[in-house]
Structures are given as C-alpha cells and as structure tokens.
C-alpha cells in the first residue's frame, strides 16, 4: 500500500482520513500546518499527499508550489471547504492532480486516492531521502521521547501510559494542571498530551504558562467533541495539534511521531 501524508488543520478531518487509510492499509501521517506539512514531505518522500487550502503559517498554495519544487509529479489531492471553480483551475496547473470539496464528503477522497494510486506519477522523480530506513518516521533521538499525561481520568491515563509505553516511548502521567507544571520543571519533556477540562487547572491556563515558561515543550490537546473550538484555539495558543475523545491511539502515534521528527530535525 501506499505512504499518504495529511496537511489540514481541522482535527476531525485529519482524525477521520487517518481511521480510513489505515483501516485500507495505508501508512499515514498527518500534520496540522503548511511548515511542519514541507518539512515531513521532505523527510518520508509520501506517495501522495492530502492537502489542504487554508492553512496555518504557509498556505495550500504555497505547500502545493514546496511539493512540486521538491518532488515533481508527487500526487497530490487539494481538499478544501472554499470550493471556487477558478481556484481549483489555478491548482491543477500548479501541480495538484484532484481539487475535492470537503461539503461532497470524505468518500469522494478514498475513491479519489484509490483511482490515483492506480495510476502512474507523472514523473520518477522524488526528494533526497533522509529519515530512518523504509520510510518509517523516526522517534527522537533521545530515546522513544519523553511525554507527560495530564488529565483527571484515571483510566485514560493508564490506557495511553500503556499504549505509549508499549510503542517505545517514556510516558509520565499527573492528574491535573498544576502538578503538569511542576512536573516539567524538574523533569526533561518533550511533549504534553494535555486534557482541556481538568479541576485544579484547566488546560487552556496550563498551554498558556507552558508557552510562557517552557516554550520549547510541545503540547498536544485532548478533547471531547464538544470542545472542537476551544481546541482550535488553542492552536493559536500555541498547542501544536489536537485529537478527539475517545482517543484514536494509531492517529495519536501518528501525530506524536511526526512531531518528534520535526523536533530532531529543528533542534
């Protein structure tokens, strides 16, 4: 099967084509802005690549132009909720091979990659190859990486401690915002899984002081559907990326592992 990399912001999409590719056995990988978006592409060279057109720090415009300069011919699906006919002519001679609606449904999408991992790329070229071999995305290089648990839940810690823990990683666990942050001052991190609604200290007001006093920690929300917007804002908040209750744990390793990769190659 083929290696499919995601570049949207809206956590529901990123969550759902993740479940579907890898229920059709694809490898995905999936990042939530246009920056981090170029660089995995620059690093695991995907056979296709899911993009979309608003995006944080770098536009689809501008990741579709960063694809092609790199890796001419890479199959690459525009997939956006600003569906203008004009824009979409503007793409496919950019590059793009589909320009699909998010308003049509993600159906469209599968039936879209499957059609174009039956063809031929335009041409045999791709980027310098870097990483680990096979593709795979590398863990840090400390290690699995270091990543703090904060939520209330006792048994949502545990089931993701495990499942962390059994994927390679030194995983730490508190139940609330105020023991997060002492945890991080005495202990090495690299990233926080951090809830949004906990007693004691929300993790909104705990982003917030991580940002302020350990900005080089990477935070990654949790959050259930009914906080899809406060979780957006705590993109510009300065969490990385966010993913829903009842936690996907294969989209989560996805996440994380794309993150670590962008943290060894940036530190």
Same mark, same amino acid.
């Given at each position: 099967?083929?290696?499919?990399?995601?570049?949207?912001?809206?956590?529901?999409?990123?969550?759902?084509?993740?479940?579907?590719?890898?229920?059709?056995?694809?490898?995905?990988?999936?990042?939530?802005?246009?920056?981090?978006?170029?660089?995995?592409?620059?690093?695991?060279?995907?056979?296709?690549?899911?993009?979309?057109?608003?995006?944080?720090?770098?536009?689809?415009?501008?990741?579709?132009?960063?694809?092609?300069?790199?890796?001419?011919?890479?199959?690459?699906?525009?997939?956006?909720?600003?569906?203008?006919?004009?824009?979409?002519?503007?793409y496919l001679?950019?590059?793009?091979?589909?320009?699909?609606?998010?308003?049509?449904?993600?159906?469209?999408?599968?039936?879209?990659? @499957?059609?174009?991992?039956?063809?031929?790329?335009?041409?045999?070229?791709?980027?310098?190859?870097?990483g680990s071999?096979?593709?795979?995305?590398?863990?840090?290089?400390?290690?699995?990486?270091?990543?703090?648990?904060?939520?209330?839940?006792?048994?949502?810690?545990?089931?993701?401690?495990?499942?962390?823990?059994? @994927?390679?990683?030194?995983?730490?666990?508190?139940?609330?915002?105020?023991?997060?942050?002492?945890?991080?001052?005495?202990?090495?991190?690299?990233?926080?899984?951090?809830?949004?609604?906990?007693?004691?200290?929300?993790?909104? @007001?705990?982003?917030?002081?991580?940002?302020?006093?350990?900005?080089?920690?990477?935070?990654?929300?949790?959050?259930?559907?009914?906080?899809?917007?406060?979780?957006?804002?705590?993109?510009?908040?300065?969490?990385?990326?966010?993913?829903?209750?009842?936690?996907?744990?294969a989209a989560?390793?996805?996440?994380?592992?794309?993150?670590?990769?962008?943290?060894?190659?940036?530190?």
């Amino acid at each position: 099967m083929a290696k499919i990399l995601i570049i949207d912001d809206d956590g529901i999409v990123r969550d759902a084509l993740t479940v579907f590719l890898t229920r059709a056995g694809h490898e995905t990988t999936a990042v939530v802005d246009g920056v981090n978006g170029l660089l995995v592409f620059k690093n695991n060279h995907p056979d296709l690549v899911i993009l979309d057109r608003d995006l944080p720090s770098l536009s689809g415009s501008e990741v579709l132009a960063g694809i092609m300069a790199a890796a001419p011919g890479t199959r690459v699906i525009i997939l956006t909720g600003y569906d203008n006919p004009e824009d979409a002519d503007q793409y496919l001679k950019s590059g793009a091979a589909s320009f699909l609606s998010k308003a049509d449904g993600l159906s469209n999408v599968l039936t879209e990659i @499957e059609k174009l991992l039956g063809a031929s790329p335009k041409t045999t070229a791709a980027p310098e190859q870097s990483g680990s071999p096979g593709g795979k995305l590398p863990l840090s290089s400390a290690g699995g990486g270091r990543i703090l648990i904060v939520d209330d839940d006792d048994s949502i810690r545990a089931v993701l401690s495990r499942f962390l823990i059994s @994927e390679g990683y030194s995983a730490f666990s508190v139940a609330d915002g105020k023991a997060a942050l002492a945890f991080v001052e005495r202990e090495e991190t690299d990233l926080v899984l951090l809830d949004i609604y906990m007693p004691v200290m929300n993790g909104v @007001e705990v982003l917030k002081e991580l940002r302020e006093k350990r900005p080089e920690i990477d935070v990654l929300m949790i959050t259930g559907n009914a906080d899809e917007e406060v979780a957006r804002d705590c993109l510009k908040d300065g969490a990385f990326d966010y993913i829903a209750k009842p936690v996907n744990l294969a989209a989560l390793n996805t996440l994380i592992r794309a993150r670590l990769l962008v943290r060894r190659k940036t530190h």
